[in-house]
């Protein structure tokens, strides 16, 4: 198994840490950038956390949760390099990996359950990128601002 960097900010704190457990159960080193706490706290600094220790090699992929997934997601995004995708089911989930060679999965957890963001988690591990036609679009994203 791999790394996997997780972060959140406190509105993302309580399903970033059942998914460290969950994680851990799985086999995977987990690398938890924090925050620890249900204190309020800003997400931009989880984002790039996450999203740096990815670009750096410390995590092979990462995971970040907020309220809704969309505020750390653009956070995230921010770090070059990185392709954040903020997901609401298992389909997104696995299409984010397979057609966007996603490496960050972002969740919210003010808007799934437990189950159906650990369903998301696994179906964007298990997925594989396509490559092909899509490798030409990542390829352009991924030369957007650099």
């Known amino acids: 198994m791999f790394t996997i960097a997780l972060g959140s900010d406190h509105a993302g704190f ?6 460290v457990e969950v994680l851990g159960f799985l086999g ?4 938890d950038l924090g925050t620890h706490s249900s204190d309020r706290v ?3 600094q989880f984002g790039d956390a996450v999203g740096r220790a990815v ?3 410390g995590a092979e992929m990462g995971i970040c949760v907020c309220g809704t997934g969309l505020g750390i997601a653009m956070a995230a995004n921010k770090v070059p390099g990185i392709r954040a995708a903020p997901v609401h089911d298992v389909t997104s989930a696995r299409m984010a990996k397979e057609h966007n060679d996603c490496n960050v ?3 919210g957890e003010r808007l799934m359950g437990i189950t159906v963001a650990e369903d998301c988690v696994k179906a964007w591990l298990n997925a594989t990128f396509e490559g ?5 679009r990542v390829s352009k994203l ?3 601002g650099g």
């Open 42 to 44: 800003d997400y931009p």
């Open 14 to 19: 309580a399903l970033k840490a059942h998914l």
């Open 132 to 136: 092909g036609r899509h490798q030409r």
């Open 55 to 57: 670009v750096s090699g």
């Open 142 to 144: 991924d030369a957007l």
């Open 28 to 31: 995977y080193e987990v690398l």
């Open 105 to 107: 999965l972002c969740l």
